[in-house]
């Protein structure tokens, strides 16, 4: 990597870093005293859609910890609603008139984000002229299945058994919702990298629901539509499944530069598994931050063990940080794994 890269990006590349990066899912929210202090003055919606404050509630973890990247602060249902979708937040995502029939999904806006979420590329600008340490920022978007079972299910649900139903069911106008998702979330992470978002990730927090062959079918093609459209953008792209275990050999062959892990499967395995063209991101357990320091640290380690010694690591949590942790838990994380990766490269 040449001195000037961040080493978050040269890793995304699986190029030599002298230490592994750290970056936490969702490490700008409710574990952090001064995220709440804001969000205590206005509600949700307005802190997604006002720039000044998603900066700054995206710039709060990097003031507090030596952090590798940011993560815009955001909502991957946002950009649903300049597609003409009615929802409220109560606090998750609830969509009045869910999306079950062609009709439906052909009423479907096209989203144009210079129109439609002209705030969140506002927010890419800020957080770019304000992050300290030149610490790169991604951009996101949901996956497009996981906002398919928001649209069709209307609220969160653990099964989503309408929006899998509705594969089964009509698999034709599932086919024809999913590919509009794919161009939209396409057509809005291109508009984040434009706007100078250095890298751009894909949340598929609900892909893991699916048997292989429906996976195969609808989200993955899905995402594969997204990703390949992004090639032009020249930023890494991140792709993360969620409880994705047994799909792993289905991403091997995906855009993606790096592929996102929950905690269920050891790094080494999955290394295996996706081959040497893929950096992989992750995968502490999120109650591991609620060990003693020792065993936080001990669990640090295995992590980084499981990981090996080939270039194209990033280390984070296998999902989102508890809105209960202790911001201390997270600063001993940074540190340990810093010295940790630092000294099995020799630096």
């Known amino acids: 990597m040449s001195a000037d890269t961040p080493v978050f990006l040269a890793a995304c590349r699986r190029e030599p870093v002298p230490y592994t990066p750290i970056w936490i899912m969702r490490q700008a929210g409710r574990y952090l005293p001064e995220y709440r202090e804001v969000r205590a003055k206005v509600s949700f919606e307005t802190l997604t859609r006002t720039p000044e404050l998603a900066a700054e509630v995206t710039l709060q973890p990097l003031r507090r910890f030596a952090l590798d990247a940011a993560i815009l602060f955001s909502d991957i249902m946002t950009p649903l609603q300049g597609m003409g979708i009615d929802l409220t937040f109560e606090p998750g995502p609830v969509v009045r008139a869910p999306i079950r029939t062609r009709s439906a999904v052909e009423a479907l806006r096209t989203l144009e984000p210079e129109r439609d979420v002209p705030f969140v590329l506002e927010s890419i600008r800020l957080i770019r002229a304000a992050a300290p340490r030149g610490v790169p920022l991604i951009g996101f978007a949901g996956g497009p299945f996981t906002l398919f079972c928001y649209l069709v299910g209307g ?96 991403l091997a062959p995906m855009e993606a530069d790096v592929i996102g892990l929950d905690w269920r499967t050891p790094l080494g395995t999955a290394r295996r598994i996706l081959g040497p063209d893929k950096a992989v991101q992750g995968n502490l357990d999120p109650a591991a931050l609620f060990a003693p320091p020792e065993v936080l640290a001990a669990e640090a380690e295995r992590v980084l063990r499981e990981a090996g010694g080939a270039p194209g690591h990033i280390f984070n949590l296998g999902h989102g940080i508890w809105p209960h942790a202790d911001p201390e838990a997270v600063a001993r994380l940074v540190d340990v794994v810093h010295e940790r990766s630092a000294r099995r490269t020799g630096t």
């Open 155 to 250: 609220r969160p649900s653990k099964e989503f058994e309408a929006a899998r139903a509705f594969l089964y069911a009509e698999p034709e106008a599932a086919t024809a919702l999913l590919d509009r998702l794919a161009d939209a979330m396409a057509a809005y992470l291109a508009a984040q990298a434009a706007a100078g978002a250095q890298a751009l990730m894909l949340f598929e927090s609900w892909g893991g629901l699916l048997a292989p062959p429906q996976f195969e079918r609808f989200a993955l093609r899905a995402a594969r539509r997204t990703l390949a459209a992004l090639r032009g953008c020249s930023v890494p792209l991140i792709y993360y499944l969620n409880q994705g275990s047994a799909l792993l050999s289905q």
